[in-house]
């Protein structure tokens, strides 16, 4: 008795219609008998079929995991899983992924690895050996060790110039708009200063109010994100000298009376009212959107380098050689990209992305001696999957298939 894949004919007409099934034979009062389990789907063409076999694979594999009692199968300490899921798709459907491989050869996957675990736990090159054992990635065994993490630096930074250009053509983006900018020297415009020079220099200042959507969206999950980050040390740091150090900027997001210390909901009032809106004070004789356009650019800039040295961490740098300093940065770059790239579909921060797929995790299980491995159900990951429009990951028969 077992599960198997059937196929049913129906005609319609002239035409005859093919149907998968997931089927199962079973014995009821001594009778041989067949039950449909599921019901796959049209049959077209071999793909499809294909597709079909695998699901009875796995079909089979969850029921044979549902028949095991507990001395059948050991489990094994779970692995992370969420992020290097979603970010192998989206450098696949960005075609990064296919540029790194035809540029770096061989090192391709261990290049990958380097570029996830930046945006996973942020760490030296070389830590990556530690901490690839916590990370499922079955897209390719890897033989990780000191002389290949160098050789990847190594090959990484003599195609550089090469990569740049061609993710720059595969990701197509907007080089028709053309920014003036225009360069004061302050010291000429206020060269033999007087209550009238000033005054005539503020009378052509321009002031313009900006209010961007998307920017408020994304202010306000930052504020959301430092405001969890002040609750939990808030509540687990009671000395006032302590919290104080520990919050660093994100002091003025507390007030400290006598008692404690509380959310500075005044403070937090105000950043909400300001989330999206900006002044640009400018003397300049560009068109209003030219001048927006250019800020826009020089805020994101700014983020992104904000982000390389806070989130991603760019140190430390164990590296003496020039060119390896410069491939550990092009790294920290490739992960800066695949974090903005994932942040544009999704709508959310990537520290939010993160903490969401750090909830799916993958759990080693020993059937048979055989190796599956199974998710974890997590609604935060799924959430953020659907988003980039992934499939939830449910049972592998092995690694590196």
């Not at 290049?111 to 030296?124: D, F, G, H, V, Y």
């Amino acid at each position: 008795m077992g599960m198997y894949l059937r196929v049913s004919r129906n005609r319609r007409g002239k035409n005859v219609y093919e149907y998968a099934q997931i089927c199962e034979r079973y014995r009821e009062n001594g009778k041989q008998k067949t039950r449909i389990l599921e019901y796959l789907g049209p049959v077209r063409n071999e793909s499809d079929m294909e597709r079909y076999r695998k699901a009875l694979l796995l079909a089979g594999e969850k029921d044979s995991i549902r028949r095991m009692t507990p001395g059948e199968f050991s489990l094994l300490p779970s692995k992370e899983f969420g992020i290097a899921y979603a970010s192998m798709a989206v450098m696949n459907d960005s075609g990064i992924l296919e540029i790194l491989r035809k540029s770096t050869s061989v090192y391709a996957h261990i290049l990958n690895l380097m570029i996830i675990a930046r945006l996973l736990e942020p760490s030296s090159d070389l830590s990556l050996i530690n901490l690839s054992e916590k990370v499922y990635y079955p897209w390719s065994e890897i033989d990780l060790n000191d002389d290949n993490i160098y050789r990847t630096l190594d090959k990484l930074i003599s195609v550089k110039d090469d990569i740049e250009i061609e993710i720059f053509r595969e990701l197509k983006p907007d080089t028709d708009l053309i920014i003036k900018r225009v360069a004061i020297n302050v010291d000429k415009v206020m060269k033999g200063d007087s209550t009238g020079d000033q005054r005539r220099l503020a009378e052509r200042r321009r002031h313009i109010a900006v209010y961007n959507r998307k920017r408020e969206e994304l202010d306000l999950k930052d504020l959301n994100d430092k405001i969890d980050i002040v609750k939990r040390k808030i509540s687990g740091i009671p000395d006032q000298k302590e919290l104080k150090k520990s919050l660093g900027k994100l002091k003025s997001l507390v007030k400290f009376p006598e008692d404690g210390a509380a959310l500075n909901e005044k403070r937090i009032g105000i950043l909400k009212k300001l989330a999206g809106r900006f002044l640009i004070v400018t003397n300049t004789d560009l068109p209003e959107s030219e001048i927006v356009t250019a800020y826009k650019e020089q805020w994101q800039i700014e983020r992104s380098f904000r982000t390389i040295k806070s989130y991603l961490e760019i140190r430390p740098v164990y590296h003496r050689k020039s060119d390896r300093i410069r491939a550990h940065v092009f790294v920290c770059v490739l992960s800066l990209l695949l974090s903005r790239i994932m942040e544009k579909l999704t709508g959310r921060t990537i520290d939010s992305i993160r903490r969401s797929l750090n909830y799916l995790d993958v759990v080693p299980v020993t059937v048979e001696k055989r190796e599956l491995y199974i998710s974890s159900e997590s609604s935060e990951a799924s959430d953020v999957l659907k988003s980039l429009g992934l499939p939830y990951p449910r049972i592998r028969k092995c690694a590196h298939t």
